[in-house]
């Protein structure tokens, strides 16, 4: 073989090498560029749909399914952590937590105007947002109960045991993914699969639910507190409580939560 025959030979292979990195970039830009025409048509939503834009049932809504989606997703995470199940529930019926919900609310409210913004002010709201409501959430639940469900006072770059700079960097990862991806996919899914002729009611129906399911669990929370102190139950809904809910049934309910102690 000459030397020219083994240039062509070389200039003929880079070609092909070329082209093939041609047709994977293509492949990449129309991937890219599909998944943004789809995140458009999610945020777009379905225009007259009752929960069109960002009103008060598109907010339920959110809340709701992520008040589900966030024990799922703590649940299988913790399986794949320690190898074992363990009950993540923030509620005494079904499997909600109101802390996930609360939070993609705050998160979607506060972060929305930055959709279509640059990353890093939606890392640095999500950061400070997220350790604002976590400190909130550990505090108003040791002031009016007494107990905690978290302490990172070995963490390094904690404050008070509430929050710490690596959950609040946490915090800003998970608004990035929030805002760029999980929010509009969500948005889409809610103005298509839930019922624009019976949304309404449903709503209603699934709010009366949450909330009386919100009451039941902070008085039995409350009662057990009273449990500990020696209260008597002097009063029918103490009675009920202490029948329904009793010290037993609540650690299994809330195993990481503990009292602290005066």
């Keep these: 073989m000459t030397t020219q025959e083994r240039f062509a030979r070389r200039r003929k292979k880079l070609e092909e090498k070329l082209t093939r990195l041609d047709l994977q970039e293509a492949r990449t830009l129309q991937r890219e560029q599909a998944h ?29 399914l992520c008040c589900f989606l966030g024990v799922v ?10 190898g074992r199940l363990s009950q993540r529930t923030g509620l005494v019926w079904g499997p909600f937590n109101l802390i996930y919900g609360i939070g993609a609310v705050l998160l979607t409210v506060c ?15 999500g950061s ?57 996919w969500l948005n889409g899914f809610i103005e298509r699969r839930v ?19 919100s009451l039941v669990s902070g008085a039995a929370v409350l009662r057990q507190s ?10 029918a809904w103490q009675q009920v409580l202490d029948d329904r809910f009793p010290d037993s049934r609540l650690a299994k309910i809330y195993p990481s939560m503990v009292r602290v102690e005066e």
């Excluded at 943004?36 to 809340?63: S, T």
């Excluded at 997703?73 to 320690?82: G, L, N, R, V, Y």
């Design 226 to 235: 009273q449990r500990y102190e020696g209260v008597p139950a002097t009063h």
């Design 36 to 64: 943004d025409e789809q995140i458009a048509r999610d945020l777009a939503g379905v225009p007259g749909h009752f929960a069109h834009g960002l009103n008060f049932y598109k907010l339920f809504w959110v809340f709701f």
């Design 128 to 184: 400070i947002i997220g350790g604002a409501f976590e400190y909130f959430c550990s505090w108003l639940q040791e002031t009016v109960l007494g107990t905690v469900s978290w302490d990172y006072t070995g963490y390094p770059f904690n404050l008070n045991g509430r929050i710490n700079l690596l959950y609040c960097l946490f915090w800003g990862a998970l608004a990035l993914v929030w805002v760029k991806e999980v929010f509009p």
């Design 111 to 125: 972060l929305h105007p930055f959709i279509g913004k640059s990353d890093r002010w939606i890392f640095i709201g």
């Design 73 to 82: 997703i703590e649940t299988i995470f913790c399986w794949i952590a320690s």
């Design 195 to 213: 019922s624009k002729t019976y949304g309404v009611v449903i709503s209603w129906v699934l709010i009366a639910f949450m909330l009386a399911n």
